[in-house]
């Protein structure tokens, strides 16, 4: 019964009949739909010969191990690019995460024990540090990540600032995007915390920086693992934009090997397959994140308990959607 | 400075163009995701495994290849996507029924995409609906779909509300890729014409892209972000 949604009964007899009929149904026009939309006018045109699919499944094709070699080294270059980006971001963005916390614990001071120029100089700079990073944060938010990248990998080179690969520009591109989302992803997370864990760093004399450094950002982190991890997902996916800027990523190989074999649909298919896999694993550990979380807080356990939500639908409840 | 200028037309067309295939997709999504988050919570178990297979598929692929099979596929498949010249509508969005099927293949890719997570915005409205109100549906004799359409959509509406405007942001973003994929004319197409082939200078042709974006993110995010707080300070 613990699969049991709310928001229908247990189904009785009739209930199971009907259902069971529906799901034969279902299935048989599935079937036909696929095999009518999608499989016949793709064997028409001869989708499904080996001639096409060999290179990629068969081993014993002789250019098998050329195309897997190709497709290796793509797969090798994005997660090289997904690394590095995850690296970046998640540096930028705890700094910058920091950097808003104390900019805004600073602007509540009133730099009493400073003389007045001084005082309202630092209260400047502290307004004018603050809008600044608010304005970064809204406008790499709001910009399409492509488009950052396409611009810095031709903007830097105009400007001078070359540097030799493109997976830099790549790496770039994504930071300033990725960094600004796990930057507000931590701060929301700081900001979500009981206001007493503030209180009592403060009561025991630290500064508003240890505060931020020793109590709160561990904490934002530990709650926010689910979502980081779900915005590595986002890192892994936005690699293959690398193709734009000719970053030699999996795609931009895929398209040597179609070049050759012209066999596009098959090798898409195979590489969508690949990242879905191993995007649908990382999703899962974000899952389990979440889940050992819940199970972390004792004191929640009771209210917890009570709030979950019905067991169907919360079984594969996955973290917050990103796109 | 002076391209902002003399190409001011290039990009008030890069906008709309974009803005119309935002809207076109975000009803495709919309409608779509509604269909697929019904599919994952009906009592059917093979439309289930439907709606959970797309979910998990959509989400976890790049766009780009989406917007691939869109482009290559689709043709394969025999379709140029003529079932979007409806009408009523392709006189609305002349882009609609423009022989170069670009445009139609951006809205199904964007669509078909932003779907799944149109779906897991809804499912999460649903799932912050107390399950009490699910079961007092029920105990009055209500049927599954009696249930869902007069008591738990109607209150889930108001918790996917924000969710549902994240996935809409992220769309527009997303969006841009259109031009990376043939569609002539928006706002990223606009950004490579003018840089790359017309040679303008690189930085004030992004802060005029970039304006072009943020008009429809930005306020769109803030008018979230007030809703989210006004949420927050009634719930309490």
Not at chain 1, 221 to 231: D, E, V
Request: hydrophobic share 50%.
């Amino acid at each position: 019964m613990s699969q049991q949604s709310v928001l229908y009964d247990a189904p009785g007899p009739r209930a199971k009949r009907v259902t069971l009929i529906a799901s034969a149904v279902i299935a048989v026009l599935v079937a036909a739909g696929a095999y009518f939309l999608v499989y016949r006018p793709l064997d028409e045109q001869g989708q499904f010969d080996m001639e096409l699919w060999g290179p990629l499944i068969d081993p014993s094709n002789e250019v098998f191990s050329q195309v897997w070699k190709l497709l290796g080294q793509g797969f090798q270059a994005t997660l090289t690019a997904a690394a590095l980006a995850i690296v970046s971001s998640l540096v930028v963005g705890t700094a910058l995460a920091v950097l808003r916390v104390q900019l805004k614990a600073t602007m509540k001071r009133r730099f009493v024990h400073h003389s007045r120029p001084t005082a309202i100089a630092l209260r400047t700079l502290t307004l004018v540090l603050n809008g600044i990073t608010r304005f970064c944060v809204e406008v790499f938010r709001g910009l399409p990540v492509v488009i950052t990248i396409f611009f810095v990998a031709s903007a830097l080179p105009d400007l001078g600032v070359d540097l030799g690969r493109i997976l830099w520009y790549l790496v770039i591109g994504l930071t300033l995007y990725n960094g600004v989302v796990i930057a507000e992803i931590l701060r929301s997370g700081m900001e979500g915390l009981p206001g007493g864990q503030r209180e009592a760093a403060e009561a025991i004399g630290l500064s508003s920086f240890a505060t931020i450094r020793l109590i709160l950002l561990p904490q934002a982190f530990r709650i926010m693992l689910p979502a980081l991890i779900s915005q590595l997902i986002v890192v892994l996916k936005d690699t293959s934009l690398g193709f734009i800027i000719s970053y030699e990523e999996v795609l931009k190989q895929s398209q040597t090997v179609i070049l050759n074999l012209e066999n596009p649909i098959q090798v898409y298919a195979l590489v969508a397959l690949i990242y879905i896999l191993v995007n649908y694993a990382l999703s899962k550990l974000a899952e389990y994140a979440q889940r050992r979380m819940s199970r972390g807080r004792k004191t929640g356990t009771l209210r917890k308990a009570k709030d979950q939500p019905p067991a169907a639908l919360a079984a594969d409840l996955t973290p917050p959607a990103k796109l | 400075m002076s391209v902002l200028v003399e190409h001011f037309d290039v990009f008030v067309g890069g906008f709309w163009l974009t803005f119309q295939l935002c809207v076109l997709a975000a009803i495709g999504a919309l409608i779509l995701g509604t269909i697929v988050a019904v599919m994952r919570i009906s009592p059917v178990p093979p439309l289930r495994w439907i709606g959970t297979a797309y979910v998990t598929v959509f989400r976890n692929c790049p766009l780009t290849i989406v917007f691939f099979f869109a482009a290559f596929g689709l043709p394969a498949l025999g379709s140029n996507a003529d079932f979007l010249r409806i009408p009523g509508l392709s006189s609305i969005f002349s882009r609609l029924g423009i022989d170069l099927p670009y445009f139609r293949f951006a809205i199904i890719a964007l669509s078909v995409y932003t779907a799944a997570f149109v779906c897991e915005a809804i499912r999460s409205g649903i799932n912050a609906v107390p399950p009490g109100q699910a079961e007092a549906a029920r105990a009055i004799g209500l049927t599954f779909s009696q249930n869902l359409r007069l008591v738990v959509l109607p209150q889930a509406w108001k918790s996917a509300i924000v969710p549902l405007g994240s996935v809409i942001i992220a769309m527009i973003k997303n969006s841009a890729l259109a031009g990376f994929f043939g569609l002539t004319g928006d706002l990223s197409n606009s950004a490579q014409n003018l840089t790359s082939a017309g040679g303008e200078p690189i930085i004030p042709v992004f802060i005029g892209i970039g304006i072009g974006y943020l008009i429809m993110t930005v306020p769109f995010g803030l008018f979230l972000d007030r809703v989210e707080r006004r949420r927050a300070v009634a719930a309490r």
